[in-house]
């Protein structure tokens, strides 16, 4: 997407990009591409660090704490009347809980929609990578919920999640504990706990991709009885139709009620073929 309407020729671009879950292998190469082309390189410290390895020296690297988003927007906005091309990378995907939203609400308040060029590159989320690698848990409706009650007020996380439970989405839960948040996964989970059964199968997920990646399968009851739950975890939990065998973590879709998919079918069907 590319939003330049009327724009200023002499205002640098600034292109968003999703840096997704923290391997640069997950870069799609149009990520790659755009933050190599970009004279600055705008991002929250630790995403500047996990893609180093495709930043060269003579780019400008401007690195921000955790909380200072407003600021590294400010500075993607000047930088671009400075004439500068500038990216600014966000985890994940750009749009998801990330910078791109911030990004074009600040333009607009500075009256500079259409005259800064906005370039948003999508990236993979990281509740992607975790369900690819436990299988296949989001094949049908799903619904992320953050437990960061920072930007939103605990009420309505609260509502969210009953809401998400009556539902019987697959359920991904973002942010589940911070240094500061430590009780809300167990609150989380006993509300979910009133519409879902505690053996309804459940993935908790750090660092997917990057080299301290740790996965395990559990149980609802169970979600908030590991140490790797951390700022940087997801976990999935599933519909009423997830199962695990010994290998993955599956959500039924539905084609069972279309197709026999009884066990052995195939090799059954072979042999009444020949
Ligand atoms: N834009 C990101 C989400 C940012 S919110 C996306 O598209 O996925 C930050 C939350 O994302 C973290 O609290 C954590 O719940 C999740 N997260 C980000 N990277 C992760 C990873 N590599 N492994 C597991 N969870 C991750």
Redesign the pocket.
């Known amino acids: 997407m590319e939003l330049n309407g009327g724009r200023s020729e002499s205002y640098g671009k600034i292109t968003v990009i ?1 840096t997704g ?2 391997d640069t292998e997950h870069l799609s190469k149009k990520a790659l591409e755009s933050v190599k082309a970009s004279e600055t390189v705008i991002g929250y410290s630790s995403y500047l660090r996990q893609i180093g390895d495709i930043l060269s020296e003579k780019q400008e690297k401007l690195p921000f704490s955790m909380k200072d988003e407003i600021k590294r927007c400010e500075a993607a906005v000047k930088k671009s009347l400075e004439g500068k091309s500038v990216a600014l990378v ?5 749009g ?3 910078m791109s939203g911030l990004l074009l609400e600040i333009i607009d308040k500075e009256s500079l929609t259409g005259k800064i060029p906005v370039e948003i590159i999508p ?1 993979i ?3 992607c ?2 369900s690819a690698a436990v299988g296949a848990p989001i094949t049908n409706d799903f619904c992320v919920v ?1 437990l960061s009650n920072l930007l939103t007020p605990w009420k309505d996380i609260e509502k969210r999640l009953r809401a998400a439970a009556a539902g019987d989405f697959v359920i991904i839960i ?3 504990k911070s240094m500061k948040r430590k009780e809300e996964l167990t609150i989380a989970k006993n509300i979910l706990l009133e519409n879902i059964g505690k053996d309804r199968p459940a993935v908790i ?6 080299p301290d990646e740790e996965i395990v399968i559990t149980t609802l009851e169970n979600i908030d009885k590991f140490d790797i739950v951390s ?4 976990i999935i939990i599933g519909n009423g139709n997830t199962y695990v065998n010994d290998l993955y973590m599956i959500t039924r879709r539905g084609y069972g009620n279309k197709y026999d998919l009884s066990k052995n079918n195939i090799e059954k069907n072979i042999a009444e073929e020949n």
């Open positions: 999703g879950p923290g966000s985890g994940g995907d750009a998801i809980y990330g990236g989320p990281a509740f990578a975790v953050s973002y942010n589940p997920a750090k660092a997917a991709t990057r700022m940087n975890t997801t």
